[in-house]
């Protein structure tokens, strides 16, 4: 009789199918999709990112505002305004308008029923999880990137700083289901010397995660990694910017940061589903892997009984 972990593995496996479009997008994902000009300046990019994070009070900015909350000049302004396809400012603020009517549908009365600080960061922690739910009705990128961390022998999963609780939960579960997980939790040269070793090993893909503050340590180790031949899938909350912009795969979800330090409930669930896509890929191996290590656990008594 399989294990529930093994039953999960079974009965969850993602449909590789287009699920039908949903009828409302999230404003981050429209946005995004927006603002996709692979030859953005770095100024523009902040523009981008300001925009995003910001949008139902941006969009009713003048390019004056505008330019003054982001720290760049009014002609900065227009030249971003051209680079995303608009003939300027105004018929830009226009669409930016028209999105940001729609995230305020629910007028006053939602902020009323906000609730305390700590409600408060519970629906935001919600809106995350529905912009990432509109985000996987089409799962196929998910599917492919975990097909690809699944063939990686060895894998390196990369998290520093506050971003290693989220890169050791990965490397944990991966470990179950793929035969070389190599965690990166240090940064400097300890990073350097892993990333190599795995790049000579055979290895072909790192997982990096890099939730704020986003450490330098993290684009350089990421670069060292380009640099020698790895490709990177990184899990981020960043659409925009350089850490983005070096990895062959960016999934940009929203954090919690109502509170004092910041919740992720969007990239740990992005962990679970890249998982899943990995017991998918190989699901020989997957439960091959399952079964030994349930072997190993009821041997040594690991886990208490229910």
């Known amino acids: 009789m399989p294990s529930p972990q093994q039953a999960r593995a079974q009965a969850s496996a993602i449909t590789s199918g287009k699920a039908a479009p949903e009828t409302e997008v999230s404003p981050s994902s429209r946005l995004r999709t927006l603002f996709d000009r692979p030859r953005l300046s770095p100024g523009q990019r902040r523009i981008a990112q300001y925009l995003i994070e910001h949008i139902t009070e941006a969009a009713f900015l003048s390019i004056t505002d505008l330019a003054d909350r982001v720290g760049v000049s009014q002609p900065s302004v227009t030249r971003f305004a051209a680079a995303v396809g608009f003939s300027g400012y105004p018929a830009l603020r ?42 996987f009705a089409d799962p196929a990128r998910v599917i492919d990137v975990g097909r690809q961390l699944a063939s990686s022998t060895p894998l390196t999963v990369l998290g520093l700083r506050i971003s290693g609780s989220l890169a050791e939960y990965f490397a944990y579960a991966a470990r179950r289901i793929h035969p070389d997980v190599r965690l990166v939790t240090r940064g400097g040269s300890v990073a350097y010397d892993a990333l190599l070793q795995s790049r000579e090993a055979g290895g072909t893909w790192v997982l990096a995660f890099s939730m704020p503050r986003h450490a330098q340590e993290t684009l350089t180790a990421i670069r060292v990694a380009r640099g020698a031949g790895l490709k990177v899938a990184l899990i981020t909350d960043l659409a925009l910017g350089p850490l983005a912009d070096e990895a062959d795969a960016a999934f940009a979800l929203g954090t919690g940061s109502r509170l004092v330090f910041d919740s992720y409930a969007a990239p740990g669930v992005m962990c679970s589903a890249l998982l899943q896509a990995m017991t998918d890929a190989d699901p020989e191996r997957t439960q091959a892997r399952l079964e030994e290590y349930e072997q190993v656990a009821d041997q040594h008594q690991f886990f208490l009984k229910d």
């Open 94 to 135: 226009e669409k930016l308008q028209s999105i940001a009517l729609g995230t305020l549908a629910g007028g006053p009365a939602a902020e009323e029923n906000r609730g305390n600080e700590l409600q408060a960061a519970v629906d935001a922690e919600i809106e995350n999880l529905e912009n990432l739910r509109r985000d």
